[in-house]
């Protein structure tokens, strides 16, 4: 198991795979140790850092972490409280004493109705996976303009890069607001020309996120970008 | 099953009508990632059976009465498309496609680890759009296919693979005349790494003798279509395709 670059290497395993001996070696996600040997439980590349190995997933469901900024939807309304779609397998529960403003019993649909989208913060995951949502927190807010997109998980960290200089380069490119959710759904704002290219940008991100070319053909669609380019 | 013992079903050269050898698969291909819509999906084609199956999850799982407080559930849809035999099928669920779909969701579980989703629910939707013997196997590879293409963790993949019995002798991968005038079908779902068995059902009667040798078959056959199954995963994330 050699190390990469970045402590990655490109190995690609699927299920059951054995990754190599697990004496000595700790463990990581996407992977588990069976007589001796450390296999693979997910399909993805294999990852060597700090004498851990871990298998970084090729897809992955969102599994929300307390403190996590998402972006959710709504997607049932009841009298004091919101049932929020976060990406993920369980729905969020936003309670109306945790949204920004100050609700009455049986008033939340004057406030957020089913479709609305929502900038939140993971309060609470508790061992059941009962998500609790929170609003209270600066810049939590209910977004009303701008359109929503979808990125992979696991490309999350790709469409950032290093510090958030990726996504900046994004934001400069199109001249949009763009808000990334730790649930893989982005908002952006901005003009129709920045939005069709920030969309591009997505789908980039999705066909190439995982290959050495992205930063290349990310810089190939940045000389379209409406700032750069003709519109 | 084997009510019908003067069809001629191997040669007088030992080999099979279709000219294959006792121990001899179908052709297999797989594809992964076939249908954009769903979280992963995969295609097998083998012999002339066309399996497609596709996974969506995990999500909350509903009615809420199926929830499992420790576990996610694997709720598994096998069928088969009113054109996939000479015959059309009746379109909609029956007893025997309520039957593959309970066997393989029990197969399925045991090799996904679902203690890591409480509460949810992972379904698998398998059409077999073309059939001819063996489609339980094909769809329950699929099936793994496309959990493996979901990202759903697992602790190995699951390969479906029959052998049986023609003619008192024992073959691999029964074709369909051999499955319908053959005197033993054994559908395994293999771990291919460990070796275990989650899935084994059995038509006919075999000696201990002839069930070892059909086992002994079903191995050779699943680590086979092990590789194709990971040359598939590996073609399409490997191979630039995403």
Redesign the interface.
């Known amino acids: 198991m050699s190390n990469g670059q970045n402590g990655a290497e490109l190995r ?1 395993v ?5 990754i190599g001996p697990s004496a000595g070696i700790r463990v990581g996600s ?1 992977a ?1 140790a ?1 007589n001796d040997t450390i ?1 693979a ?4 590349w294999v990852k060597e850092f700090n004498n851990t190995v871990s298998v970084d ?5 969102y599994m929300p972490r307390s403190g996590d900024l998402i972006v959710a939807t709504v997607a049932e309304v009841r009298n004091n409280l919101w049932f929020m779609n976060i990406n993920g ?3 969020g529960l936003l309670p109306m004493s945790l949204a920004p403003w100050k609700v009455e019993f049986g008033a939340a649909r004057q406030h957020m109705g089913i479709g609305d989208v929502v900038l939140a913060r993971v309060q609470e995951v508790d061992e ?2 009962n998500v609790v949502l929170t609003m209270k927190g600066v810049g939590l807010r209910r977004l009303t303009q701008g359109s929503l997109h979808s990125v992979p998980i ?1 490309h999350l960290e790709r469409l950032r890069g290093e510090g958030n200089a990726t996504l900046q380069r994004l934001r400069d490119a199109c001249d949009c607001r763009i808000i990334v959710g730790e649930n893989g759904k982005v908002w952006v704002d901005g003009n129709s020309e920045g939005t069709a290219w920030a969309r591009q940008a997505f789908d980039l991100v ?3 996120g ?2 050495d070319t992205f930063e290349a053909d990310l810089t190939a669609l940045e000389k379209n970008a409406p700032k750069n380019g003709d519109a | 099953m084997g009510g019908y013992g003067d069809v001629q079903l191997l040669r007088d050269d030992g080999l099979r009508l279709d000219g294959r050898k006792l121990d001899e698969m179908r052709p297999v291909s797989i594809e992964a990632g076939i249908l954009p819509a769903a979280d992963g999906s995969a295609m097998v084609t083998h012999g002339l059976n066309v399996a497609v199956a596709a996974v969506y999850g995990p999500m909350e799982a509903h009615p809420r009465k199926i929830q499992r407080q420790d576990r996610a559930v694997i709720d598994v849809r096998y069928n088969m498309a009113p054109f996939s035999t000479g015959d059309r099928i009746r379109p909609g669920y029956n007893r025997r496609s309520r039957e593959i779909s309970k066997v393989t969701a029990e197969a399925l579980e045991s090799v996904v680890l679902v203690e890591r989703f409480p509460r949810s629910k992972i379904r698998v939707e398998i059409e077999i759009l073309a059939a001819e013997a063996g489609t339980r196997c094909a769809g329950l590879t699929a099936a793994a296919v496309a959990l493996a293409d979901a990202g759903i963790p697992m602790r190995d993949l699951i390969v479906g693979v029959a052998s049986g019995k023609v003619e008192g002798i024992v073959v691999l991968d029964l074709d369909k005349a051999e499955d319908n005038y053959g005197q033993a079908d054994l559908p395994v779902g293999i771990l291919p790494n460990t070796g275990e068995i989650a899935f084994l059902q059995m038509d006919g009667d075999l000696s201990p003798d002839e069930y070892n040798l059909a086992m002994e078959y079903n191995f050779k056959a699943a680590a086979e279509i092990h590789e194709i199954m990971v040359d598939a995963l590996k073609r399409r994330y490997e191979g630039g395709e995403n």
């Open positions: 690609l699927t299920p059951g795979m054995a996407g588990l069976q296999i439980t997910r399909l993805g997933p090729i897809n992955s469901a397998p369980f729905q059941c996976h696991n999705l066909k190439s995982h290959k």
